[in-house]
């Protein structure tokens, strides 16, 4: 059930790179409004990730899946009847929210009661819905010229999830404790201000707004990218982007067989690396085939990180402070999902397209930087 909870997160940001050139010509809206969108959802996600914790000791589990799911649903129902795009942007508030209360009550509760391999399949279920995403958005462009059609197939699917989470809420329970005598890192009740006080704290969260926008920035702009300043049809592009996804999603089914055998942090030193040179082949643009598997290469070696930096947590930050940590970088993700992508989104508005792969080697590097120096810390 936590699986089927991460394929409903992932499903709404698949739609939207896709349905974003529609949606902007529908409310009569300039390229980069996309940041007002993702803006309010900000603000949602960050809300109620960073009360994840409490969120899901006073619901549970299952209840607050079930809340979220169905709040997720109207929200993304409602823009499909939004009259005007002001309304759209308020909506946006609903969807971020409903998506980080199970982001971080979900990460606190695996990286608490299972192993490496476990996180990583977790993710991989973030995988699977952001990479159907684009295929539901670009059959309902393809099939009925209407970028409606996704948001209502997808909306309805979360009013489903909603009521089975709703169905199932007593087969949730606590989880296992951790064997031995080390407590879980659910059991300490470290007062927030004190881990605020904690470098390795922002140092971590830092981490993970950059990292938002290195995942988003081909989701979000590639289809524009390839359709606007490269000349690719529609629904090649459309498939790029799913392949992207797709690519993402296989590297995160993969990490959980080989994350435990190859340990975190080499791991994500190979991934950064790797990503690295997949984002300079979409840079230069050789050939149609090499942007596109620059674009899957992303996909794939950014893969494990989100999961590794999460079960990671505990290295960077003392024990009694990583709960806590976990919900801050959850909350610095969703800040980092609106802001970093904007950024981008500003670059390409006024320099132009070509700026999108530039802009993700940047930060690429920015991210390698980080990570180096939060162990360094520690």
């Excluded at 201000?193 to 993970?208: E, I, M």
């Amino acid at each position: 059930m936590a699986f089927i909870a991460f394929i409903s997160l992932g499903l709404p940001d698949g739609l939207l790179g896709i349905a974003w050139p529609s949606m902007r010509a529908d409310f009569a809206q300039p390229l980069d409004a996309l940041g007002l969108l993702l803006f309010s959802a900000m603000l949602g996600y960050i809300s109620s990730s960073f009360l994840g914790g409490q969120l899901m000791a006073r619901l549970g589990v299952g209840r607050l899946l079930a809340a979220s799911c169905f709040i997720t649903s109207l929200s993304l129902l409602g823009y499909t009847i939004a009259p005007v795009w002001p309304m759209v942007v308020v909506l946006g508030i609903g969807a971020g929210f409903g998506g980080g209360a199970i982001d971080a009550g979900l990460n606190t509760y695996i990286a608490a009661n299972h192993g490496e391999g476990l996180m990583q399949w977790l993710h991989a279920f973030f995988g699977v819905g952001i990479t159907t995403g684009p295929v539901i958005m670009t059959f309902g462009l393809n099939t009925f010229e209407q970028w409606r059609v996704g948001y209502w197939i997808v909306g309805g699917a979360q009013l489903i999830l909603a009521l089975s989470f709703l169905l199932t809420a007593r087969m949730w329970t606590k989880g296992q404790r951790n064997a031995g005598d080390q407590p879980s890192l659910t059991d300490y009740k470290t007062p927030i201000t004190a881990t605020l006080r904690q470098r390795g704290a922002w140092l971590s969260a830092a981490l993970f707004f950059i990292y938002v926008g290195v995942e988003l920035m081909l989701g979000h702009w590639g289809y524009t990218l390839l359709t606007e300043s490269r000349g690719v049809a529609p629904e090649a592009a459309g498939l790029w982007v799913s392949a992207y996804w797709g690519a993402f999603t296989v590297g995160r089914v993969l990490a959980g067989l080989y994350a435990a055998r190859v340990g975190v942090r080499r791991l994500l030193t190979i991934s950064l690396g790797l990503a690295g040179v997949g984002a300079v082949m979409v840079a230069l643009d050789l050939s149609e085939e090499a942007t596109l598997t620059g674009m899957m290469l992303v996909g794939f070696a950014i893969a494990p990180i989100f999961a590794g930096m999460v079960s990671d947590t505990p290295n960077r930050v003392p024990p009694e402070h990583a709960a806590n940590t976990i919900g801050f970088q959850i909350s610095a993700a969703g800040v980092g999902v609106a802001i970093v992508p904007s950024i981008g989104g500003l670059l390409a508005n006024r320099v132009g397209l070509e700026t999108v792969p530039l802009y993700l080697i940047g930060l690429i590097v920015m991210m390698t930087v980080l990570y180096t120096l939060s162990h360094r810390r520690a």
